[in-house]
């Protein structure tokens, strides 16, 4: 399968190393608008540099990733699709409902696959705890807070920390409670940088007494990816990092058992798989939600009220 990446940042070039990495898959090339960044990336795993997507796109790919500033979603997704290519677009999936919506109507038209990148899901220690949750050993889950917090990464000026670490934890707490929530609340502000919030405070309401709770900062000088599922028998406490999970109940500590593997390898797998056939669900749907959710969150804390998550 020939695959490519629009966009070799921060993410963006490891998505080429795990793609080059993989079986059955070929990197074709890179794209970037820095054209010596796009060259240093192909240089590594000896495939071609681009400047223009519009070039990576007519060779006859397969799939690819596109792994751009957020604004520049819609643009380039559009693109890709209106070129019959299978496309996996990081999160958020777009600036806008109205752009997803474009977008993910124009990849069902055209037969194209269109997967969001929300990475955690594919953490096994997320999988884990879903496999703890669903089986019933901590009781009923009554809520979940998740504290995703570190220094800025100078790349990102698009788009504030809600958007860009807070959606993490929307989507994970969301997976792990198979719900949607209904409505949120957010306390935030942007401290000594530019427009966009730089650390903020959620809370996710999903009905019947359950809560979700999100701590996000740019602020902290050493970083922290941790999520603690309180239910009525029994606490779970997963580090995304070290990919472990811990179960305390009234008798017992235990450490759940967990293979690691890098989340992004699990994802493009994933993705790959939905392209070739092996699998059918993209969770597209998961996608949108995600971010509405978050824009309802910047909204919220933009007004001071409590703001509802509707569709």
């Not at 500033?69 to 996996?88: C, Q, R, S, Y």
């Not at 788009?159 to 929530?181: E, R």
């Not at 993209?282 to 996608?287: V, W």
Request: with cysteine; charged share 25%; glycine share 10%.
């Amino acid at each position: 399968m020939k695959v490519g990446v629009i966009g070799v940042g921060a993410m963006g070039q490891h998505h080429a190393r795990v793609y080059h990495e993989m079986d059955d898959v070929e990197l074709i090339g890179v794209s970037d608008v820095d054209r010596l960044r796009a060259e240093e990336i192909a240089a590594m795993h000896g495939v071609q540099a681009f400047t223009d997507y519009k070039k990576l796109l007519s060779c006859d790919l397969d799939a690819v990733s596109v792994a751009v500033p957020t604004t520049l979603h819609k643009t380039v997704a559009m693109d890709v699709i209106n070129d019959g290519v299978h496309l996996l677009v990081e999160k958020p999936i777009a600036s806008t409902v109205e752009d997803a919506d474009e977008m993910l109507s124009a990849a069902k038209d055209a037969g194209v696959r269109l997967m969001v990148g929300h990475i955690e899901r594919y953490n096994p220690a997320v999988a884990k705890l879903k496999e703890i949750i669903d089986s019933g050993l901590l009781g009923d889950i009554v809520s979940m807070s998740a504290r995703r917090v570190g220094p800025h990464n100078p790349r990102i000026r698009d788009v504030g920390i809600i958007m860009d670490l807070g959606v993490h934890d929307i989507d994970t707490i969301s997976y792990l409670y198979n719900a949607k929530a209904k409505s949120v609340y957010a306390i935030a502000g942007n401290g000594l940088l530019d427009s966009h919030e730089n650390h903020a405070g959620i809370l996710m309401q999903f009905g019947t007494g359950r809560a979700g709770m999100i701590d996000v900062n740019w602020l902290t000088p050493h970083k922290v990816r941790r999520l603690t599922a309180v239910g009525t028998e029994g606490v779970a406490y997963l580090d995304y990092i070290s990919q472990t999970v811990e179960l305390h109940d009234g008798d017992w500590i235990r450490s759940a058992k967990i293979e690691e593997k890098e989340p992004l390898a699990n994802e493009l797998e994933y993705f790959i798989g939905t392209v070739g056939g092996q699998r059918s669900r993209i969770f597209e749907d998961d996608g949108r939600y995600v971010l509405k959710t978050a824009l309802a969150a910047i909204r919220s804390y933009r007004e001071g009220q409590l703001v509802g998550v509707e569709g």
